[in-house]
């Protein structure tokens, strides 16, 4: 059984790896996790993803997309069991050799010679909590903008710390190294006498599964809802480049709008090689509080090898905007 949250853990698992086992099961269907259950795929292992929510990278993803997600990764030949609780863990001699889990109302058991854990990750506070450092309501330790906890002279940054979050309001807790990386610097910028604020986060993030790239920003559908928007919710299917090129491949964009003024409240991306890296344009369209309305013309690039004459985040702003007309 492996935990899958250092470099050493990632060396133990190659370890065993090097021994040839037949199956693994990793538990999680976060980003940590898919990144193993492909590396474990290539290395010819039966490989099978279990996953409480009904799709991967929740709460990253919409249920829709996430499903996108799962899709493919079954067509490359990586199982995966969503809606699927752990139950019990089986084994011989010391080592595990299955994982009894619970799907739906039924009772099933993957057979496993190697086990990771990919169960995400919380803030490290216990140094916060003994130093009587006040914490959030993420469970995060508290700050202002300025990397400032309530107790004077003491800062935090990074995944121990909340943040602001620009589109919502909230403050939350992204445990992603762009964040931690511009919170350390305004930080540092602040202990030695500057004066910087940290102007909050989207929760930007890309990754990909084997040749299927996935991005997101802002809010979800879900999360959208959850703050009280009058949500508008599209999706556009398109092509990476321009439809008739050679090497066009599928593309699926989400984009999530208010029905009230049509600001721009966040935006997903499942699709082939080019897909993702189109969430920066969304992202940046977020950070300045467009609207979809705004978003249509933009004057963004266009060449067949790169993009259709409209691009797919103008296409799918225009769909945002022609529904909230009808809302």
Not at 18 to 27: F, K, N, S, W
Not at 111 to 138: N, T, Y
Not at 159 to 184: M, W
Request: proline content about 4%; aromatic content about 4%; hydrophobic content about 45%.
């Amino acid at each position: 059984m492996h935990e899958l949250h250092t470099l050493d853990h990632a060396r133990a698992l190659r370890r065993v790896v090097e021994l040839r086992p037949r199956a693994a099961v990793i538990v999680g269907g976060g980003y940590i996790g898919l990144e193993v259950a492909e590396a474990l795929m290539h290395e010819g292992i039966a490989t099978t993803v279990v996953t409480s929510p009904p799709a991967v990278l929740a709460p990253q993803l919409d249920t829709d997309m996430g499903e996108r997600v799962v899709a493919y990764m079954r067509d490359q030949g990586i199982a995966v069991e969503t809606g699927t609780r752990i139950e019990c863990l089986t084994g011989a001699d010391g080592r595990v050799t299955g994982v009894g889990c619970r799907v739906g109302d039924d009772d099933a058991e993957f057979p496993a010679d190697v086990l990771g854990l990919g169960l995400g990750s919380v803030p490290e506070v216990r140094l916060a909590e003994a130093a009587g450092i006040p914490l959030g309501e993420s469970g995060a330790v508290s700050i202002d903008d300025h990397m400032r906890t309530r107790v004077e002279g003491v800062w935090a940054a990074g995944d121990c710390a909340e943040a602001y979050h620009r589109i919502s309001g909230r403050p939350v807790n992204f445990h992603l190294g762009t964040i931690a990386n511009k919170q350390g610097r305004i930080a540092g910028i602040n202990l030695g006498g500057g004066d910087e604020a940290f102007p909050g986060v989207l929760g930007t993030a890309i990754t990909k599964v084997c040749d299927l790239e996935i991005g997101r920003t802002g809010l979800t559908e879900a999360a959208a809802r959850d703050a009280g928007f009058d949500v508008i919710a599209e999706n556009f299917d398109s092509t990476t480049t321009a439809g008739y090129w050679p090497t066009a491949e599928p593309m699926t964009m989400k984009v999530i709008a208010d029905g009230a003024n049509g600001r721009l409240l966040g935006a997903q991306i499942v699709g082939g090689s080019g897909a993702a890296k189109r969430i920066d344009a969304v992202a940046m369209a977020l950070w300045n509080e467009m609207t979809v309305e705004a978003m249509v013309n933009v004057d963004l690039s266009y060449a067949p090898p790169f993009s259709g004459v409209w691009d797919p985040v103008l296409v799918a702003a225009r769909k945002a905007s022609d529904a909230r007309a009808h809302h």
